[in-house]
Structure formats: structure tokens, C-alpha cells
């Protein structure tokens, strides 16, 4: 079937009976095919994924080399080494190959060259399929997100079909198939529903929401609080300071989410709690690795620039400046990196500034005007109650 044909068949069967029989699903997923467009570590884990699902997959990648790689060897030494590949991925160098006939694409360009590569190719992607944006991070010059790129430079036509994936997803543990959850966030309840039944499977779970703003914001705002959190274990600071970084670093990720017209009850999700924890306590996360190195006293070179969370800080100072928003985390890090302040003069004022009440937080205002949901006649409802509300 063609892939406009697959998606309105699959959402009729779901309509009707939840979902399609199981041997009708193995029966489509083993003939569909799903696009992947970006070549590095994550996008060729997301390929991993899909193609382990039963889908074929044809994976876009800028470089030869790596398109030869992952063809004759099975793997992408460049970007992902020492995980062997599916036979079911194929790479290419032609966009128009590689979304032709697809029931979703899955867009993992770096977020610095989201907004050139959709202007040069947009016309060659399909409308009737989801567009799945797994980029993280902030555009330096105009403060944009991946899907607030993508709305500017895509015609309307495509707008009701795009989502976002994030969450805590390191490159290689979902490239092995290790449990992972994330969550997929869409304007249009529809389109995360189809993703989330394109995607899931036993070890890779997808939950689905409508808070693209905050998905999106925690997304980039955790690489930066990484750096701050490897930093402070490079300094052996220990397990205390650590968990008040992540603490402290959800009421930053709330203030400037809520500010900028997200939801944060996003914070406690898997986009925003859930990517953070994993960023700031993972070896696998280029930014902690980053921040650790500062903190033991190496100096920055060009190999810890890629860390997303370097040039993200730049952005979420300018942003934060902009909307007249708190956080002195992020600030810090700002510093660090590009103003070469002394990590530990930076750390010793941020312990200095005056004491204050939790409660003053967006986050922790929220969290207790949800509680008052829960309130019944003055009471509290019990736990099983509760819990289904």
C-alpha cells in the first residue's frame, strides 16, 4: 500500500478496534518503510530501532564514507561504532530516495542546520506523513527550537503533521535495544498517536503529549545543567551538591518553559526530569563528560565545543535575558565557557546569593496548586483515588 494508504487503514483499524490484529501489523511493518534523515549517533540508533521493529529503513546521510559503511559493513564507524547495523538499513545520499514511499520520517539533522537543510529539501518531503523532529537544542541567532524552525520554514501544508521525540535516550543504549521510554509531543493529538504505535515496542517505550514548548525547552536546557553537574563532580563537590544542581536546575527549566507558554507539569515528565537526571549522572553524556573535564582543571578545546550544551548556553543566556528570567545555573555555565571565569569563584557565588523561600518557584507553586486538585471538603482523597485522577 502506499504510505498515505497504510496510515489512514492503521488509524481505521485502531478506531474500531484499539488496535489492528497482530499478524496484520507484522504483515505491514516487515513491507513499509520509515525514513530516517541524519546520519550521526542518534539518527542511526533511531534507524537501529526501527529496523529491529521490522521496518525497513533508509537512513540519509550527508557523508559517502558513512552511507558505504553502514551498506557494506553493517555499521557506522563514524558515528555510532562497534554496533552492528540491520541488514533492513539502508543508507543513501539522495533525500528523494530516502522519504519516497515512507509512512513517517524521523528528522535528526543538528539543530544548527535544521533551518538550511529543510529550506533546500522541503520540497521534496511527502505532506500525508508524520514528521518526527528528534533534534534538540536552540538556535543561536534567532532563539529558535527545531519545531519552531520548522513551523517558520515549512509551508502550512506540513504543519499538522509535525511532532517532536524527547527524553532520556542515550544514542547507543537505544541503538542496543536497552529499555528506553520518551515522549512524543504534538499539537495535533492524532499525529503523536500514530508516531507512538510507528515507534513503541516492548523496550522502547513512547508516551504521548501536547507540550511541544516544554519538551523542547527541557530538552536543550538539560545539556547545559549536564555541564554544571560534571563540573561539579569533576571538583569532588559529591552526591549532595549533585542532586541540588538537578533540583535546583527543574525550577530554572520551569521558570523560563512557563514563561515562553509551556506547561510545567512538563518538568516532571520523561522530556524534562526524566532527560536531566539521565544527562546529569550518565558517562555515556558528551556535556557531563564536558563539565567534568572543566572541573578537574582541563581547558576547553574543539573537542569539548560539539557538546551541544556549550553553544546551547550561549542561547538560553540570551533568552533568558530577553524574557526576564532566573537562572543562575545556567548563567554560571555561560560564564565558565565564555567568559573564562574561575569555575570555582562562579560555584562559591552561586552558594552566596540570598537565601529565599522554595515555595516562591513556578515549579513548586505548580506542584502545590495540583495537590489542591486532590482536595476534597479540606481532605486529601486517598492514594487509589488519586492516583486516577
Known sequence: LPSSEFCALYLRCRSHCC????????????????????????????AAHVANKGFQVSLWVMETEVSKAVNEQHENTSFLPGIKLSPKIVATNSVEEAVSGAIAILLVIPTPFVGQWVAEHHTQLPTEVPLVCCSKGIEIQSLRTPYEILVDELPGKYHRMLCVISGPSFAKEVALGMPTNVTCASEHSRVAAQVQDILS???????????????????AIKNVLAIASGASDGLQFGADARAALITRGLAEMARLVVKKGGRASTIMGLAGVGDLVLTCTGTLSRNYTVGRQIGEGKAMDTGMAVAEGVKTSLAIRRLAEDLQVDMPLCNAVYQVLHEGVDIKKVLGELQDRPLRSEEEDVFASDFIQTASLFRTKGKLVDDHHASKL
Open 19 to 46: 488496535y489492528p490484529p497482530v499478524n496484520f501489523v507484522a504483515a505491514m511493518t516487515s513491507s513499509q518503510k520509515i525514513a530516517v534523515l541524519g546520519g550521526g549517533a542518534f539518527g542511526t540508533a533511531m
Open 201 to 219: 515496542a516492548r523496550h522502547f517505550r513512547v508516551y504521548t503529549g501536547s507540550d511541544v514548548i516544554g519538551a523542547e525547552l527541557c530538552g
